[in-house]
């Protein structure tokens, strides 16, 4: 079982900035962040190995950077320039192997608010 924690996203104004947080309660596992608009599918954002690869989706590379601090279990999405496109709730995401093959594990979710 894994737990994740995600403190509030929030509200900021087209071209700003926020970081977005996320503790896990077990290490070294991949992770990522997907996001949720109104009446869309969720879709990946970024993602990050356990050793430090990462991915990003075309519409955030150069604005947005995902990393991890291993020491505290957590992950961090950066959001740079943002727009109000980026509007939606993001979900952290866990991927722990299996007997079965991989297991997803969601946090609650935060909204991010990007005014125009």
């Known amino acids: 079982q894994v737990q994740l924690v995600e403190p509030g996203g929030g509200l900021v104004q087209a071209g700003g900035s926020l970081r977005l947080s996320c503790a896990a309660s077990?290490?070294?596992?991949?992770m990522g962040w997907y996001r949720q608009a109104p009446g869309k599918q969720r879709d990946m954002v970024a993602t990050?190995?356990?050793?430090?690869?990462?991915n990003y989706a075309d519409s955030v590379k150069g604005r947005f950077t995902i990393s991890r601090d291993n020491a505290k279990n957590t992950v961090y999405l950066q959001m740079n320039f943002l727009k109000p496109e980026d509007t939606a709730v993001y979900y952290c995401?866990?991927?722990?192997?299996?007997?079965?093959?991989?297991?997803?594990?969601w946090g609650q979710g935060t909204q991010v608010t990007v005014s125009s």
């Open positions: 995401n866990a991927k722990l192997a299996t007997t079965w093959g991989w297991r997803d594990y």
């Open positions: 990050i190995t356990s050793t430090g690869s990462t």
């Open positions: 077990v290490s070294s596992i991949n």
